[in-house]
């Protein structure tokens, strides 16, 4: 799974030539770390939108949101998956799970401040972050991430997230959230030497 915005995967393999565009980058999975959670960007929402932590009933809407950007082929699907993870942790969710709420009332937006496993370490992680895609493009992920890192600081000193070459731009991001490459593979290797050709810096 990936803790990521908006997923646009490829069967392209690594070191094919492809224009930047996520159909035709080929598609490598990368892990971020943020060795701290301390300075956490501030980022405001735009006028009309908010944030709330979850409640009853916002699994479907959890559902909604992740089918609509493809991580999941149907809302029924994505409701397995939501059951299997995080049913049997309603409490933690009340306090770790995070929507964007529109003008509306309607929840566009999510993402959890979970906690996983890295290099045998119990630390926090950015998971399951989506926007639905006719809300993309307004702001709301920086706000949504510097949300989630707050609370994730809660809990935890320090967090990590997956996510893949071909949300590069959502990497950019991620790099300047303060969050570092993680070095597992020799594939991720050269997925990082792609994200830089993208976003045309060093890293």
Request: hydrophobic letters at 45%.
């Given at each position: 799974m990936s803790d990521e915005i908006q997923i646009a995967k490829s069967t392209g393999r690594a070191g094919a030539s492809y224009a930047a565009e996520?159909?035709?980058i080929p598609y490598?999975?990368?892990t971020m770390l943020r060795p701290n959670l301390l300075d956490i960007p501030e980022a405001p929402l735009p006028e009309g939108y908010s944030l709330r932590t979850f409640r009853s009933g916002d699994e479907e809407h959890w559902a909604r949101i992740e089918h609509a950007v493809d991580e999941f082929k149907s809302t029924e699907a994505a409701m397995r998956r939501?059951?299997?993870?995080?049913?049997?942790?309603?409490a933690e969710m009340e306090k770790r799970c995070l929507f964007v709420i529109d003008e509306h009332g309607s929840p566009i937006g999510t993402t959890t401040a979970w906690h996983g496993m890295l290099d045998g370490s119990a630390i926090g992680r950015i998971h399951w972050v989506a926007v639905v895609p006719e809300q993309q493009g307004k702001k709301l992920s920086?706000?949504?991430l510097s949300a989630a890192l707050r609370t994730l600081a809660q809990f935890h000193d320090k967090a990590y997230l997956t996510t893949q070459t071909t949300s590069y731009k959502a990497v950019g991001m991620y790099l300047n959230y303060g969050f570092e490459p993680v070095m597992q593979t020799p594939e991720c290797t050269?997925?990082?030497?792609?994200?830089?050709?993208?976003?045309?810096?060093?890293?």
């Open positions: 996520p159909a035709t490598i999975e990368l939501f059951r299997e993870e995080f049913a049997p942790h309603l920086k706000p949504l050269e997925g990082w030497k792609l994200i830089g050709q993208l976003l045309g810096k060093s890293i």
